[in-house]
């Protein structure tokens, strides 16, 4: 009596397949054989009355989970592009509801990969699982998967029943699939390593033609002073793969890599006898999961098949340029000048809409309510007479009074912007001042703006020549150092552009003569928490530099497609520090409004294993003032990878300062708790031993470079690290005298020997605090006496002793004073020697002159 049940079941299940085979034979097969050989790997549940996982891919029985959801996992046995899916839902007349209703299908390309959901429903938003019948006439159903791309080349399909028409059980009866075959793994690795082969080759000769080319212009216009062929086939190729790097990214700097690749390369010969369909073939392989850096190889052909002209067109037309960031912007007046359709200087390669669509974008930014929403767009006038004038910080000015000197150079000569340019309601008078623009600039026109704007530029960077070059370090200045390469690159004025590389000299033989084994020492302004572990004009050295600065590669695009190179005395300061000794180096900074007669400036001493620096404010100023802002002051670790810093950085740095040679003296003025930390800049550098305290003094060793502190009065406290990882050991002042003065004394092993030598040469040493003023003697580098007490003379505030007498230590007259960087302040002259070399940088004349 018991099996009477599950007689009538089979009987039912049976006549439904019957029916079953028949609508199969009447499904569409779009042309695509039936997949074959298809196997059960995984099952959720099912079994009840023989209706097992199997029967969906067998022409008897069906499959019943008993709960759900339940899912089916299938693998068709080789690789597949699925063009169809043929389901037979479960169905028995006796036993209504047990229809599948909802089912999800996801698709793999390999056992063990990522699945990934088909789409059952295109019209709905999202990913819907497909839909089934309920009843006899419903019981079949074909789906077309040709236009969904996660059925090229799948191994493995999942199916899993969300839910029934009705009741708790549910399943399938058969499933089917027409598709094509791919070929096997194997076969379509080894046919893949032969188009990657094949498009090396091509790429290579490209790629040779790129740097061939570049070779030859740069032996044919090489200016003297500049270095030599060694030097510039190592950055030659440097600067090949970061436009390469460029390229394959989506978006302007993409845009413009592409072109200025396309144009220095030329269809190398080799192309002649390789088949175009190889690398289209690559081109599409990138799609495939089961080959990792597709992505890569894929980008790589298409730069092969010269898709880089129109696909950088395809990027501007097709690209949101309102939320391109709005420190790069100029990046698009560069975009323009090189490469527009009407008249690119480089070449006319970019598509009619992508042009159009570049002048119509800049313009709109002179509209406030239009700019892009990133940040507000300072537009301002220019004042040509005053051109020390910047808004806010020195790369705010940089960076907007570039970009709108461009466009206005752009968009003067076309009348349907130029007729609607207004400039009473468009430009801001008095760099961001809030009184009304005067009348005689309310009513300018855009080619006076322009004009306004190229004798700005032009005074701006002879005024820099004369007055101080940099008013920011670090981050910020990574700005203003992107303004000159976009300046040298973009300016129309034939001036500015050779200003701009001589600024660049500057300020690239400023940075070597601060470069100690890899790390950049010297004082640093704008220097906050964060920026300890990143220095972006580290990474730009070495795009330049190589080893010498580190190996690193941080070039940008607007570096990249300049055709400049650093002064070859720069590749000599960097390439022996041993040669070029320990010395002094100062430098005049120039102020963030209308400078005074008398400001500040930075001190370093350079040695092969240090970099002590400090900014000096003159004493003759308020306590206010713009160098102060998180002053980084301390000594740079080269080997060790680390900074000693006196802390806290906060705005506003408050520390006074005497300098001279190794030793640094200082006080605290500011409000709260100062200290001292040793932070590590990059990591895999020297040990930083633990500190020793001695004779008062708390003595340390970083690599091989030495330090010692010691306050007026009391002793440092060592202190306990761990508030930031990056902290490797932390000094405390002693309690309640955190305003007294302190000493900051570095040593090396080039000048102070081993360490126990250095540690003995300190102790040696003498230390006075009377009446408010340190007195500290050292036998290597005489008397320093600091006091900084407002109610002192302010010629005792800085002295250093000399034969007889205290002599006062006082702003340099020059703009920069050490045995390799002259210059006479206010003189436009610069002058840089080292070894046989001697370097003129002459901003009144205009030239650059070597002797």
């Keep these: 009596m018991?099996?009477?049940?599950?007689?009538?079941?089979?009987?039912s299940i049976v006549t439904v397949l019957t029916g079953n085979v028949n609508a199969a034979a009447k499904a569409e097969t779009n042309g695509s054989p039936e997949i074959t050989g298809l196997t059960v790997t995984d099952f959720s549940s099912g079994g009840s009355y023989g209706r097992?996982?199997?029967?969906?891919?067998?022409?008897?029985?069906?499959?019943?989970?008993?709960?759900?959801?339940?899912?089916?996992?299938?693998?068709?046995?080789?690789?597949?592009?699925?063009?169809?899916?043929?389901?037979?839902?479960?169905?028995?007349?006796?036993?209504?509801?047990?229809?599948?209703?909802?089912?999800?299908?996801?698709?793999?390309?390999?056992?063990?990969?990522?699945?990934?959901?088909?789409?059952?429903?295109?019209?709905s938003p999202g990913v819907q699982p497909f839909l089934l019948g309920k009843g006899?006439?419903?019981?079949?159903?074909?789906?077309?998967?040709?236009?969904?791309?996660?059925?090229?080349?799948?191994?493995?399909?999942?199916?899993?029943?969300?839910?029934?028409?009705?009741?708790?059980?549910?399943?399938l009866a058969r499933v089917k699939f027409q598709g094509a075959k791919l070929p096997s793994v194997k076969a379509r690795n080894q046919a893949l390593a032969q188009r990657r082969k094949q498009a090396e080759q091509i790429l290579a000769a490209a790629r040779q033609k790129v740097l061939a080319r570049n070779r030859a212009e740069y032996k044919k216009n090489t200016l003297k002073g500049r270095p030599g062929m060694a030097a510039f086939d190592q950055f030659n190729e440097r600067r090949v793969a970061k436009l390469e790097e460029h390229a394959r990214n989506n978006g302007v700097e993409a845009a413009i890599a592409?072109?200025?690749?396309?144009v220095d390369s030329e269809t190398p010969e080799f192309w002649k006898d390789k088949p175009k369909e190889v690398l289209e073939q690559l081109a599409a392989d990138h799609t495939a999961v089961q080959h990792p850096n597709g992505d890569i190889w894929g980008e790589l052909a298409r730069f092969c098949l010269d898709t880089d002209v129109e696909e950088a067109s395809r990027i501007i037309t097709e690209s949101d340029l309102n939320k391109y960031v709005w420190h790069h912007h100029y990046n698009l007046v560069g975009l323009y000048n090189m490469f527009n359709a009407d008249n690119g200087t480089r070449a006319k390669l970019l598509s009619a809409d992508a042009t159009d669509k570049l002048r119509a974008h800049v313009f709109d930014t002179f509209e406030a309510n239009k700019r892009?929403?990133?940040?507000?767009?300072?537009?301002?006038?220019?004042?040509?007479?005053?051109p020390w004038w910047t808004w806010g910080n020195q790369?705010?000015?940089?960076?907007?009074?570039?970009?709108?000197?461009?466009?206005?150079?752009?968009?003067?000569?076309?009348?349907?912007?130029?007729?609607?340019?207004?400039?009473g309601n468009m430009i801001s008078w008095g760099q961001g001042a809030k009184e009304e623009t005067p009348p005689e600039l309310a009513k300018i026109p855009l080619a006076e703006f322009a004009e306004r704007a190229r004798q700005f530029w032009r005074n701006r960077l002879a005024w820099m020549s004369r007055h101080g070059i940099w008013a920011e370090d670090m981050l910020y200045r990574t700005y203003d150092i992107e303004v000159l390469y976009h300046l040298l690159g973009s300016a129309p004025d034939p001036v500015i552009r050779k200003r701009a590389e001589m600024m660049l000299d500057i300020h690239w033989t400023m940075y070597a003569l601060q470069m100690v084994h890899g790390q950049l020492g010297g004082a640093k302004n704008r220097y906050k928490l964060h920026y300890v572990g990143s220095h972006p004009e580290r990474a730009r050295a070495g795009y330049?530099?190589?080893?010498?600065?580190?190996?690193?590669?941080?070039?940008?695009?607007?570096?990249?497609?300049?055709?400049?190179?650093?002064?070859?005395?720069?590749?000599?300061?960097?390439?022996?520090?041993?040669?070029?000794?320990?010395?002094?180096?100062?430098?005049?900074?120039?102020?963030?409004?209308?400078?005074?007669?008398?400001?500040?400036?930075?001190?370093?001493?350079?040695?092969?294993?240090?970099?002590?620096?400090?900014?000096?404010?003159?004493?003759?100023?308020?306590?206010?003032?713009r160098y102060s802002e998180r002053a980084g002051q301390g000594i740079t670790f080269g080997k060790a990878r680390a900074i000693l810093n006196l802390r806290p950085m906060a705005t506003w740095q408050p520390y006074h300062g005497l300098q001279?040679?190794?030793?640094?003296?200082?006080?605290?003025?500011?409000?709260?708790?100062?200290?001292?930390?040793?932070?590590?800049?990059?990591?895999?550098?020297?040990?930083?031993?633990?500190?020793?305290?001695?004779?008062?003094?708390?003595?340390?060793?970083?690599?091989?470079?030495?330090?010692?502190?010691?306050?007026?009065?009391?002793?440092?406290?060592?202190?306990?690290?761990?508030?930031?990882?990056?902290?490797?050991?932390?000094?405390?002042?002693p309690e309640g005298k955190e305003k007294i003065p302190f000493i900051v004394h570095a040593g090396g092993a080039t000048e102070d020997g081993s360490f126990e030598q250095f540690k003995k040469r300190i102790l040696r040493n003498k230390i006075s605090y009377q009446n408010g003023a340190l007195t500290y003697d050292s036998k290597d580098w005489g008397a320093m006496r600091f006091a900084p007490d407002p109610s002192k003379p302010a010629e005792e505030l800085r002295q250093v002793k000399g034969w007889f007498k205290w002599n006062p230590v006082e702003l340099p007259e020059k703009l920069f004073v050490s045995p390799y960087l002259n210059s006479e302040y206010g003189s436009g002259i610069i002058t840089a020697e080292f070894g046989d070399r001697k370097l003129i940088l002459d901003f009144n004349k205009n030239e650059r002159r070597v002797e």
């Design 660 to 733: 001279h040679g190794p030793v640094l003296l200082a006080r605290w003025f500011g409000k709260g708790r100062p200290y001292i930390s040793i932070m590590q800049t990059q990591s895999g550098g020297a040990e930083v031993e633990p500190p020793v305290a001695e004779g008062g003094w708390v003595f340390g060793k970083a690599g091989d470079a030495y330090y010692a502190l010691r306050p007026a009065a009391g002793e440092f406290a060592i202190g306990k690290t761990g508030k930031d990882s990056r902290e490797l050991q932390h000094f405390d002042f």
């Design 2 to 11: 018991r099996t009477a049940p599950k007689i009538i079941a089979s009987l």
């Design 136 to 171: 006899r006439e419903n019981i079949h159903k074909s789906f077309d998967l040709s236009d969904q791309t996660a059925t090229e080349d799948v191994r493995r399909v999942r199916f899993v029943v969300l839910s029934s028409h009705g009741a708790k059980m549910s399943g």
């Design 52 to 123: 097992v996982a199997g029967n969906v891919v067998s022409e008897q029985g069906a499959w019943l989970a008993d709960k759900l959801p339940a899912q089916v996992t299938l693998d068709l046995g080789s690789y597949y592009d699925i063009k169809t899916l043929e389901v037979r839902n479960y169905f028995e007349a006796q036993v209504p509801g047990r229809e599948a209703k909802e089912v999800e299908v996801w698709v793999a390309s390999e056992p063990d990969g990522k699945y990934v959901q088909l789409d059952g429903d295109a019209r």
């Design 258 to 262: 592409k072109l200025w690749l396309h």
């Design 395 to 423: 790369n705010h000015g940089f960076v907007f009074q570039s970009y709108f000197y461009g466009v206005a150079s752009i968009l003067k000569d076309y009348p349907e912007y130029a007729e609607k340019f207004n400039a």
């Design 372 to 386: 892009p929403g990133n940040r507000i767009w300072r537009v301002f006038h220019f004042l040509p007479d005053e």
């Design 544 to 625: 330049y530099f190589g080893e010498l600065a580190g190996a690193e590669n941080g070039s940008s695009i607007n570096a990249a497609t300049a055709n400049y190179i650093p002064p070859a005395i720069a590749y000599d300061l960097l390439a022996d520090p041993g040669k070029r000794g320990c010395f002094t180096y100062r430098e005049r900074l120039q102020n963030l409004g209308p400078m005074p007669p008398l400001a500040a400036w930075k001190q370093s001493y350079v040695t092969p294993e240090y970099v002590l620096g400090a900014y000096i404010k003159h004493d003759k100023l308020d306590d206010w003032f």
